[in-house]
């Protein structure tokens, strides 16, 4: 069993910059794929990004590409997505998810394991 506790969620202005972190506990961390989504009020869980197990690669869903960066380290168990330039719509609660594989993939039915969520909210 892997648990993932999000944090870095909060209020910001839009163009302003926040920090989420994830922190996983319960698996060897290099052995888990991880990825972030988000889900804003009314709409359905939706891909953001993810990174290859060792780090080397990632992969961003193309509205945040040049604003978001994915990152983690595997010595502290952590992945982090640093959000910069924020818009009113990246306004969602932000999971972190981790899943048993190699592959990386913006399916959210292909990671096993769910974080709580953090809120994220940008105003305009």
């Known amino acids: 069993q892997v648990q993932l506790v999000e944090s870095g969620g909060g209020l910001v202005q839009a163009g302003g910059s926040l920090r989420l972190s994830c922190a996983a506990s319960?698996?060897?961390?290099?052995?888990?794929?991880m990825g972030w989504f988000r889900q804003a009020p009314g709409k359905e869980r939706e891909f953001v990004a993810t990174i290859s197990r060792g780090g080397a690669s990632t992969w961003l869903v193309d509205s945040v590409k040049g604003r978001f960066t994915i990152s983690r380290d595997n010595a502290k168990n952590t992945v982090d997505l640093q959000m910069n330039s924020l818009k009113a719509e990246d306004t969602a609660v932000y999971y972190c998810?981790?899943?048993?594989?190699?592959?990386?993939?913006?399916?959210?039915?292909?990671?096993?394991?769910w974080g709580q969520g953090t809120q994220v909210t940008v105003s305009s």
């Open positions: 319960g698996r060897t961390f290099s052995t888990l794929v």
């Open positions: 998810a981790a899943r048993i594989g190699t592959a990386l993939t913006s399916s959210s039915s292909m990671y096993d394991y």
